[in-house]
């Protein structure tokens, strides 16, 4: 079954500025397939949120914004500043580009 945000590959050297600036291109069995940014951040702030084992609203108190607004991250549906990323990172005590660490990038380490 593909699934209907991958691409077959047919020649990987053709992927334009606007397709990496819109999402992240990965591979899989033969298919570029698009994580989204919001996602990947989403993920991670998730992954490492929960590392720390605090709550939502821990979190968000210590960085100085809504449990709210923080939830609408963690589900990928706002965008995030670099200001808020830089509060966030520095609370979570990891650095900033960890929010946008694919998968495969985050295992090779």
Known sequence: MQR???????????????????????????????????????????????????????????????RSYLSKLEKGTYYVSIKIIGRLADKLDVEPAEFLKRPAERAAR
Request: positive net charge; aromatic residues 10%; glycine residues 4%.
């Open 4 to 66: 209907a945000d991958a691409v077959p590959v047919q020649n990987v050297h053709e992927t334009t500025f606007c397709e990496v600036y819109r999402g992240a291109v990965c591979r899989a069995n033969g298919f570029l397939s698009r994580m989204d940014l919001r996602e990947t951040f989403a993920t991670n702030l998730r992954r490492l949120r929960n590392k720390r084992k605090w709550s939502q609203d821990e979190l968000a108190f210590e960085a100085e914004i809504s």
